[in-house]
C-alpha cells in the first residue's frame, strides 16, 4: 500500500491501538497519553489520508468500511517497523549482520571447524560466508573489500591490518610408510632431513606455513631441497604417499590417515606453526568483533 507522504508510523500505532479498543479514553491509556492529543492525531491522520476512518458518537465509536479495510495492513506495517528496529539493534549489538571469511586450508583440520560451528551456535542471526584463500590473497582481500576476516598462517606483511594469534600447534614429520627412518621408529631430527626431497607449500604464497618451515630447517643447518609442491595440505600429504618425499605438516593434519603415510614427531624442541585472525580495524562492525572473540575462544577448546 502506498501511503500519503507525511504519514508517521506512530500515527498508525495510534490508530491500530484506537481500532482494537474503540474506545480513545481506553487507547490513549494504554498508549500512555491523554485523550485530547490522541484525537488530534488520529483527526490528522484522516485529513491525510483523505477519508474517515471511525464513525463517532457520544455512545460508540465504531471503524468505518474504510477503517477496517486499512487495519490489517496498518497492523502488517507495523509488525514491519518492529522488525525492522529489531535487526537494527541486533546489528548495533554485533548480533546480526553479514561477515566475509577467507581462511586457510591447512585450518580445516584444526581450529577452523570449530570456529565455524561455534559462530552458528551462538551468533546465529549473523551471516558468514567461507572460502579458501591462501595468505597474501586474504591480505589483498581484506584491502579491496572481498572479505572481513582472514584465518591466516603468520608470520605476514599486514601492511596496517590488524592482527590476533589465537592458536598454535607442533609441526610433524610426514614420511611415506616404507621410509627408512619410520622402519627405525621415534622421533626424528630436523637434520636427519636433509637430504632429502621435500613436499612444501610454494613460497610465492606468501604462507607463514612455508616461512615457519623454512626458518626451523635453516635453524638445524639446511635449506629444504623442494622437489614438489602443492597448493593444499591434502596434496602435499598425498604426494607423501606416493612416495615423492617428506614434508612438515601440523600436527591436525594427521587426522589425514592414509595408508601409505605415517607421521612421527620431531626431536629437540617442538617447532610451533601460528594460526592468526587478520582484519581492517577501519571497516570492524560489531558482528565481526563479536565472530573475532568467538573464534579466538573455539581455538582454546579441545
Known sequence: ????????????????TVAEELHFGRAATRLHMSQPPLSQQIQRLERQLGFALFERTRRSVTLTRAGR????????????ADRTEDIAELIRSGTAGTVRIGFVGSALYGVLPRALRSFREQLPEVHFSAR???SNDQIRALQDDIIDLGFTRPPLPLG????????????LVALPHDHPLHRR????????LAQEPFVLFP????????????RACGDAGFSPRVAY????????????????????????ASQLQLAQVR???LAGPPVRLGLSLIWDETRAVPALKNLISVAASAAHER
Open 203 to 214: 613460497p610465492e604464497h606468501g604462507s607463514g606455513f612455508w616461512y615457519t618451515v623454512a
Open 185 to 192: 621408529g621415534g622421533p626424528v631430527a630436523l637434520a636427519e
Open 69 to 80: 479495510l486499512l487495519l490489517e495492513e496498518a497492523r502488517r506495517a507495523l509488525a514491519q
Open 263 to 265: 607421521y612421527a614427531p
Open 1 to 16: 500500500m502506498r501511503y500519503e507522504q507525511g504519514m508517521e508510523i506512530r500515527q498508525l500505532r495510534y490508530f491500530v
Open 132 to 134: 579458501e584463500m591462501e
Open 229 to 252: 609442491e602443492g597448493e593444499h595440505i591434502h596434496t602435499m600429504i598425498g604426494m607423501v604417499a606416493a612416495g615423492l618425499g617428506v614434508s612438515l605438516v601440523p600436527a591436525s
Open 160 to 171: 596496517g591490518l590488524s592482527s590476533l594469534d589465537i592458536h598454535e600447534e607442533e609441526l
